[in-house]
């Protein structure tokens, strides 16, 4: 499949669930107009509006035959393009990658700022020959590693989130998310 370009027609086409709906249905297999209306439960003219802005935008073509009285919508390969479900896999790989970068991040950074507990023993000579006293001193270690890995894991899960943010994979989470 080749690159989509979305302009700013095409994301203002994409913003109705109702299209996204419509690319759906013609995902499957083309439909008339009386088809798509019986399966989405809409009226034909608010429908046809809806096919008009989508045609507009090249998401969809109509196929006329002079044969046939009836008119088949399908999509085009930009339409094909935006529902690509290799596009689907993509985000949710960037999902769950961001989310696990922010957990890492969280624990790394967490372990750093709690400290390890370490137990230093020393012996302390007392005057006048007598033996050594051991005493024990409890100190916090603040290992500069757990931050910089926590640091590291909280910059992928950033750079996850602005990949998945850009506006291509935004219309694609959107007609992943809408059934």
């Known amino acids: 499949m080749g690159k989509v370009v979305l302009d700013e027609a095409v994301i203002k086409a994409l913003a109705s669930d109702t299209r996204i709906r419509i690319l759906k249905i013609l995902s499957r297999r083309n439909k008339t107009l009386s088809e798509i209306s019986r399966e989405l439960n809409l009226s034909k003219p608010t429908l046809l509006d809806h096919l008009k802005r989508l045609n507009h935008c090249m998401l969809i073509a109509k196929i006329e035959r002079p044969e046939s009285k009836f008119v088949y919508y399908t999509l085009t390969q930009t339409g094909k393009g935006i529902l690509d479900t290799s596009g689907k896999i993509k985000i949710t790989l960037l999902l769950t990658t961001m989310l696990l970068s922010l957990t890492s991040s969280i624990f790394e950074i967490t372990k750093y700022l709690s400290g390890a507990k370490i137990k230093v023993v020393t ?12 005493n024990e001193v409890e100190l916090l270690y603040y290992n500069p590693l757990d931050l910089a890995i926590g640091v590291i894991f909280l910059l992928l899960a950033c750079l996850l989130c602005y990949n998945l943010l850009k506006p291509v994979n935004r219309v694609r989470l959107r007609t992943m998310l809408i059934r």
Do not use: A, N, R, W
Request: aromatic fraction near 8%.
């Open 123 to 134: 012996e302390f000579l007392k005057t006048s020959g007598q033996p050594p006293v051991p």
